[in-house]
């Protein structure tokens, strides 16, 4: 639980901000059949990054790129936003980039996010996180259920990752009562290749497991300067939802 702790620390501010942007900043890009809102120029959380649109974009095959670089002295990560809530279903994302070697300070996020309607920061939110959290000796796969009642605090499991090629697969079907997370090698709507199998079923499922839909987030942003001063890109090939 400590290393989930120190994973709230960093991230409770900041997401939310995306929503304040006008309509007449907004980038949309359109990725695996909906629609995506980028998150603007400018400065927030988590962990107060820039944040540029030109680092989300979907190239001519259909996927989309999310980069961290480097211009004029300043890091800049990057975000997209489902345009549509979602809610009970399999989320699959399937990755066309090794992300076990990244950075100790680089995060990959892929997960849903309330909506101030829904909940406020610390709550709701079901993630998968590719971090370290700037410990290059922890595990690499972060699955994390944040709770309903924020004061209840989030509950998650990590593991070792080590990719044997480019693809991979990466999943959670969220019930009413339970969050079933599972990673694979390679492109499969099921498990065949396992990285990490872990459900989440407390018994007062009704205060930790979200119940309200929400819009999806992708994000690649910086817990801190990378260690080894490189820019980075991730390419991400497919975002399946399954009611």
């Not at 079901?126 to 605090?153: C, S």
Request: hydrophobic share 40%; proline share 7%; aromatic share 12%.
């Amino acid at each position: 639980m400590d290393r989930l702790l120190r994973h709230a620390a960093a991230t409770l501010v900041g997401v939310a901000g995306l929503a304040g942007a006008s309509l007449c900043e907004a980038k949309t890009l359109f990725f695996s059949g909906m629609s995506w809102t980028v998150r603007p120029n400018g400065q927030g959380g988590p962990r107060n990054n820039n944040w540029c649109e030109a680092n989300a974009f979907v190239d001519a095959s259909g996927a989309l790129h999310l980069r961290i670089t480097r211009s004029k002295g300043k890091w800049c990560a990057a975000e997209i936003v489902s345009d549509v809530r979602l809610g009970y279903g399999t989320y699959q994302f399937q990755l066309k980039s090794r992300v076990d070697p990244l950075d100790r300070n680089v995060v990959l996020g892929l997960f849903n996010y309330p909506t101030a309607d829904v909940g406020p920061d610390a709550s709701n939110e079901i993630d998968i996180e590719f971090a370290r959290w700037g410990d290059a000796r922890a595990d690499m796969l972060n699955y994390t259920a944040w709770p309903v009642l924020p004061a209840l605090g989030p509950w998650g499991n990590t593991f070792p990752l080590s990719l044997d090629g480019e693809l991979s697969t990466h999943r959670f079907t969220w019930r009413p009562t339970f969050i079933r997370y599972q990673s694979t090698h390679g492109h499969y709507d099921s498990n065949p290749y396992p990285i990490a199998d872990w459900t989440f079923a407390p018994p007062d499922y009704a205060q930790r497991i979200a119940h309200a839909a929400m819009p999806v987030h992708m994000n690649l942003w910086l817990f801190a300067v990378p260690s080894n001063k490189k820019p980075v890109e991730i390419v991400i090939s497919q975002f399946k939802y399954t009611p």
